[in-house]
């Protein structure tokens, strides 16, 4: 079955220092992988994807995220952070071929200035 | 610039009633989506539609029914509210599974 794990329900950090949002999931096959970010009281708004080739992907507002097979993860990444920053993250799962994106639970982000 | 609008942006329900949520996208997209969101937690998928007049089961369908009568409208319809029901309701659309865009959600209460 496929999974998405956020094992970070809250992460709260400094405006200036790195962050780090971990994601990890359970696919057997090529996943496509995906970070949304919903802002307080909003809706969720797109952020990056993984669909193959480069193993670092860029997207919008700074951050970027890796996939590793490896390990099977996907986190999320911006240095520095802003308190502009500070939302909900979520990373999402879809399996080649299908058009349903599986959600993790999330993790809120508090960058405090 | 496309959009997916949800309505209505919030409703208080009687247990057993009926509810309908619509969803109105501009975006020219094939798929669109209901998901709920429960407090604390992440998105779960109720139903979907990659067509008109088509609909398809999500992870969590039960006591729910979808509607898609034109590729621009997708309704989700709570025959017989309950309380467990009660939670953000959000409407999506997309042109493949790549990249959803959002409504801006629906907050029910069922009480």
């Known amino acids: 079955a496929q999974s998405v794990d956020q094992p970070d329900a809250h992460v709260t950090l400094s405006e200036g220092a790195s962050l780090e949002l971990r994601c990890s999931y359970s696919?057997?096959?090529?996943?496509?992988l995906f970070w949304y970010v919903q802002y307080p009281g909003q809706s969720l708004q797109f952020l990056l994807k993984?669909?193959?080739?480069?193993?670092v992907v860029k997207g919008t507002k700074g951050f970027e995220a890796e996939f590793r097979k490896s390990n099977s993860s996907f986190n999320l990444k911006k240095s520095p952070a802003h308190w502009s920053d500070s939302a909900k993250y979520f990373c999402?799962?879809?399996?080649?071929?299908?058009?349903?994106?599986?959600f993790g639970s999330g993790t809120q982000l508090t960058v405090m200035p | 610039e496309a959009a997916v609008t949800q309505s209505p942006r919030s409703k208080v329900a009687v247990t057993g009633g009926k509810v309908t949520l619509s969803c109105h996208q501009t975006?020219?997209?094939?798929?669109m989506y209901w998901y709920r969101q429960d407090t604390g937690h992440g998105l779960r998928l109720i139903h979907y539609?990659?067509?008109?007049?088509?609909?398809e089961k999500g992870d969590i369908p039960d006591g729910y029914k979808a509607s898609r009568p034109s590729q621009e409208n997708f309704s989700l319809i709570l025959e017989l509210a309950s309380l467990s029901q009660t939670a953000v309701y959000f409407c999506a659309s997309s042109d493949s599974a790549e990249t959803l865009y959002f409504g801006s959600g629906t907050r029910l209460t069922v009480l």
């Open positions: 539609s990659y067509v008109a007049d088509s609909t």
């Open positions: 999402a799962l879809a399996s080649s071929g299908s058009w349903q994106l599986i």
């Open positions: 696919y057997s096959a090529a996943p496509y």
């Open positions: 993984y669909i193959t080739g480069d193993t």
């Open positions: 975006n020219n997209h094939d798929y």
